[in-house]
């Protein structure tokens, strides 16, 4: 089968060189008995190349189960893979067989395998070793005979050097390895999915099909996906459920720009990487931010500056004495915030001492003065608000 009737049958969209690399990898690894450790962030399809090694090994007439370890309960991993029999633990009214047993002959897809506990990773590895394994509360060895291909989203080994993951096992699982990129690196494969997925869902709710211009393209190609395919699929379906509008004779089909994908491209929460919007009303959009927008960016800037400030302050006392002061408690308590917080110099810090004066300024306006009611509001204690108060304020 070549590489393209391949990702025909299994719904796989895109031309990107490490893509077909993966597959290919896949397709050759399918004959062998190897185990396969399949790494990848969520969402990039790494269910789909389990079920192609499946498909292309001896075993693919046998039992195919997909387990999602990170969904399993701790207390029943064991049971859910390797069985239990009947009064082994409360609940356990008969014996059940587990998923190795259930895939005798067949393939098991472990995907988050990261999420097993260590005691169920040393058990995993026996059966790897040698085919044996024991159900829950009983001492009789089984043996199947199951082929694993196992599923990752975090860096293995470094679960490993946090004491996370056995070392054993994940050599043992590491020897075959296929990479599915993230969407971000699959740039001009992203078009190609958006077409995919507008199309399949205009034909099922009879809407018109969306193509986008080159300016709307470029937007979508520079957002980072970290939802992957995943996300993308439901975010084509959610834009062409509000932009598109029912089929007519006379209309099959509307073009968007980047203007009108702008106002629905998804938010990173908690992402500190802007999308740069390159397209050709780029440089005519006018100010990024909102006075809003650019005052939360002033404070959280201001925040961390004095959060590293700390930081380091402390790291520059580790080795010193504790000071035993006398001050009030009150002098005692500034004297411990201006260490902490000392003012910042030099003539990169110009800015960032305009920005908090702005802050202050802000601070002060909303509370009509009130240096009390301000410092709270900007986290600082009166004292600390007077000594960086702006020149005009310190006239009143």
Known sequence: MDLQALKNKYDIIGNDPVLNDALETAVKFAPTGLSVLIQGESGV???NVARIIHQFSPRKQGNFFVVNCGALPKELVNSELFGH?????TGAIETRKGYFEEADGGTLFLDEIAEL???SQALLLRVLQSGEFRKVGSNKVEH?????????NVHLYEAVKRG????????????AQIRIPPLRERKGDIYLLFRKFTSDFSEVN?????????????????????GNIRQLQGFTQSLTAQLSVKVTPTLQRIELSAQDLLPIMPKEEGDPIPVLYEGPQAQSAGPAFNADERQAIFKAIFDLKQEVDALKARLDRRELPAPVSTAPAEEEAEWQEQKEFPEPAGENSLSVRRNEEDLIRQ???????????????LGMSERT???KLPPEYRRK
């Open 85 to 89: 029999v009947k009064g082994s633990f």
């Open 206 to 226: 009879g809407m018109c099909k969306i193509s986008l211009k080159p300016d709307a393209i470029h937007l979508l190609e520079q957002y980072r996906w970290p």
């Open 144 to 152: 199947t005979d199951v082929r694993v291909v196992a599923a990752t």
């Open 164 to 175: 996370k993951f056995r070392e054993d096992l994940y050599f043992r699982l590491s020897a």
């Open 117 to 119: 506990p260590l005691e």
């Open 45 to 47: 399809g790494k269910e």
């Open 363 to 377: 601070a002060l306006g909303k509370y009509h003065g009130n240096r009390k009611k301000a410092a709270e509001e």
């Open 385 to 387: 608000l007077y000594r």
